[in-house]
């Protein structure tokens, strides 16, 4: 087994001081980024990796982050993809960490996370009570991507692509429509449905319904069951992929065809969207640039830096088979 690389090592090949080594991997201010990326290129080539403990005991500073979600779900491992590689870039690592239990139990929890000493900065996807900086404990960032429940709320909930999509049906001749919605306790279900009726409205379209879901793919499939015959031809708006799928499969049922008798769009851009006859026009949202970006924002807190500007939407429309001719 080899000698395990030191600091002095990277310092060497990297043309530069022990001690800037050490100030690029603590995330000090005052260096340049040419500087910090050759120091951190030849890290990542030696494959060395500080001694958090004995970093922690001289300077204060761990080089660890934490990125918490109040609870899994399906693209928790997007976002922590994109927040890891952020916080290799700037020479962190970072620890997923989960808020189980009611509110109370949550809160309690985040507090441990923040004042454990562990941390330099803690990212949370969870409304919390402590202020952006907390001067005993690590540097707190609480976005509002997400609810307690891990439904979407904030810019995520903008429905601005659903308008989009239904322009671009109506431009194409489409007049009749019909929209399934999510479990409308969601903010993004009620955002979408409000989004749905105005554009309606706005573009003296027909609406044939508004139709209650949950977000399931049964949703979808009961609600094409109990249309009257002749509702064809149809430009379905499903509130996910999921309810798009089974608008698909009661389109099949009925001996109908998508695209031809009913057009459909979901949201969400699952994996098995793309990969189904017919695919699924749908939204995709970028979960691991959220996470990218975000912990820009806490790395750039932390060094007293300005927040990195925007840069654009984080969803976009893919349009595909389940809607006919692509714009």
């Known amino acids: 087994m080899g000698r395990v690389p030191t600091s002095r090592d990277v310092a060497a090949r990297a043309g530069v001081s022990q001690s800037t080594v050490s100030n690029v991997l603590t995330g000090r201010p005052g260096i340049s980024q040419a500087t910090r990326e050759r ?3 030849v890290a990542e080539e030696l494959r060395y ?4 403990a004995a970093r922690s005991m001289r300077t204060q ?4 982050l934490a990125l918490v979600l109040p609870t899994t779900t399906w693209f928790a491992s997007k976002i922590l993809a994109g927040a890891t590689q952020a916080a290799q870039k700037a020479g962190y690592t ?3 960490q989960t808020l189980p239990g009611d509110l109370r139990a949550r ?3 985040l507090d441990e996370i923040v004042y454990s000493g562990q941390f330099e900065g803690v990212l949370s996807f969870a409304p919390v009570q402590p202020g952006p900086s907390n001067e005993d404990g690590a540097t707190l960032l609480s976005l509002a991507e997400f ?3 891990m439904k979407v709320s904030g810019d995520l909930t903008d429905p601005a692509p659903l308008v989009t999509m239904m322009e671009e049906l109506a431009s194409r001749g489409h007049r009749q429509f019909l929209h399934i919605t999510g479990a409308l306790d969601y903010r993004s279900a009620r955002a979408r449905r409000d989004a749905y009726l105005m554009t309606v409205e706005k573009l003296g379209l027909q609406s044939v319904g508004v139709i209650e879901g949950d977000w399931s793919g049964e949703s979808g499939l009961n609600a094409i069951r109990d249309l009257p ?3 064809a031809p149809l430009a379905v708006i499903a509130s996910n992929d999921l309810v798009a799928t089974g608008v698909v499969r009661g389109a099949l049922e009925r001996g109908w065809t998508v695209p031809g008798d009913l057009f459909v769009t979901g949201w969400d851009d699952l994996d098995s969207s793309a990969l189904q006859v017919p695919s699924i026009t749908t939204v995709s949202l970028d979960y691991q640039r959220l996470g990218s970006r975000s912990v820009q924002r ?4 932390l060094r007293g830096e300005p927040e990195p500007a925007p840069e654009g939407g984080l969803q976009r429309i893919i349009w595909r088979e389940s809607t006919g001719d692509f714009p």
Do not use: H, M, S
């Open 39 to 41: 120091v951190l290129k």
């Open 49 to 52: 990796r500080p001694n958090l």
């Open 61 to 64: 500073r761990t080089g660890r």
């Open 94 to 96: 970072i620890e997923f």
């Open 107 to 109: 809160q309690q929890r």
């Open 147 to 149: 609810d307690d429940d």
């Open 229 to 231: 015959e002749g509702a």
């Open 298 to 301: 806490l790395v750039a807190a």
